[in-house]
């Protein structure tokens, strides 16, 4: 088992999936320190918040990487989540089986097809995406055998022109920080929390993950949260299920 991302080829040319989130950005700042062409485009599907978006497009703006948001709002209504619908965003850990309710099925797979043929149009060589190996219990999409499958449909769909990958695939966020750490990353620029708002709630599971990984690795986590200490009653309280 390899706990290092395979090297970035900086002869290439990506487009890579900028939510605008913590993964992604230090992916983005990956790719440009390996000298690679880099341009990025984020995926709208009726996210409840848009503060990822504006997140998104400063993250671009600061590496100076061309950036599109590209509109999917009318498909968005039709995928029920918790980040689209009515339904409460849940606060804990996102180990929780209460964090299915912030799943958008299949969403991975959609916004993978469509980069794909952003990239083909753009004459680019790869789409990329920061999936983690912590996204893998949660998300059937952003396993590695999936994006195996996707980077095959990708070749098949664009006659050979066009891969996926997933550099982090197999490394853990907390991992991710510290590479971030490493090629520094505009940590202060991203955004993170599904509850949207102007600061970051620190109760929600994507909130409670970062808080945990910045911690794990040892870093400096520039983040403001409201509620700064819940992560680590939620860490305490995922672990104790996960022992008993
Ligand atoms: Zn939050």
Same mark, same amino acid.
């Given at each position: 088992?390899?706990? *290092?991302?395979?090297?970035?080829?900086?002869?290439?040319?990506?487009?890579?999936?900028?939510?605008?989130?913590?993964?992604?950005?230090?992916?983005?700042?990956?790719?440009?320190?390996?000298?690679?062409?880099? *341009?990025?485009?984020?995926?709208?599907?009726? *996210?409840?918040?848009?503060?990822?978006?504006?997140?998104?497009?400063?993250?671009?703006?600061?590496?100076?990487?061309?950036?599109? $948001?590209?509109?999917?709002?009318?498909?968005?209504?039709?995928?029920?989540?918790?980040?689209?619908?009515?339904?409460?965003?849940?606060?804990?850990?996102?180990?929780?089986?209460?964090?299915?309710?912030?799943?958008?099925?299949?969403?991975?797979?959609?916004?993978?097809?469509?980069?794909?043929?952003?990239?083909?149009?753009?004459?680019?060589?790869?789409?990329?995406?920061?999936?983690?190996?912590?996204?893998?219990?949660?998300?059937?999409?952003?396993? $590695?055998?999936?994006?195996?499958?996707?980077?095959?449909?990708?070749?098949?769909?664009?006659?050979?022109?066009?891969?996926?990958?997933?550099?982090?695939?197999?490394?853990?966020?907390?991992?991710?920080?510290?590479?971030?750490?490493?090629?520094?990353?505009?940590?202060?620029?991203?955004?993170?929390?599904?509850?949207?708002?102007?600061?970051?709630?620190?109760?929600?599971?994507?909130?409670?993950?970062?808080?945990?990984?910045?911690?794990?690795?040892?870093?400096?986590?520039?983040?403001?949260?409201?509620?700064?200490?819940?992560?680590?009653?939620?860490?305490?309280?995922?672990?104790?299920?996960?022992?008993?």
């Amino acid at each position: 088992v390899t706990h *290092q991302p395979p090297p970035l080829d900086g002869d290439r040319s990506y487009l890579v999936l900028l939510s605008g989130g913590l993964d992604s950005t230090v992916l983005t700042t990956d790719l440009l320190v390996s000298g690679a062409t880099v *341009q990025a485009v984020s995926i709208h599907y009726g *996210q409840r918040h848009e503060r990822e978006l504006i997140a998104a497009a400063a993250v671009a703006a600061h590496l100076q990487v061309p950036y599109s $948001p590209i509109e999917l709002l009318a498909l968005g209504s039709h995928l029920t989540s918790s980040l689209t619908g009515a339904a409460p965003v849940p606060h804990g850990h996102y180990a929780d089986a209460n964090m299915s309710s912030t799943v958008v099925p299949n969403r991975n797979a959609i916004m993978l097809m469509v980069a794909a043929g952003i990239a083909a149009a753009r004459g680019l060589d790869a789409v990329v995406t920061a999936v983690h190996a912590g996204d893998h219990p949660v998300y059937p999409d952003c396993r $590695p055998e999936f994006v195996a499958a996707a980077n095959t449909a990708a070749l098949l769909g664009t006659g050979g022109q066009v891969e996926i990958h997933a550099p982090y695939a197999r490394i853990t966020k907390e991992q991710i920080v510290q590479r971030g750490a490493r090629v520094v990353a505009p940590f202060a620029l991203t955004w993170s929390c599904y509850q949207g708002g102007d600061t970051h709630c620190g109760r929600c599971g994507t909130c409670v993950e970062r808080a945990e990984a910045f911690a794990a690795a040892g870093v400096q986590d520039p983040t403001t949260y409201l509620d700064p200490d819940f992560w680590r009653t939620a860490t305490e309280r995922q672990a104790a299920e996960v022992t008993s």
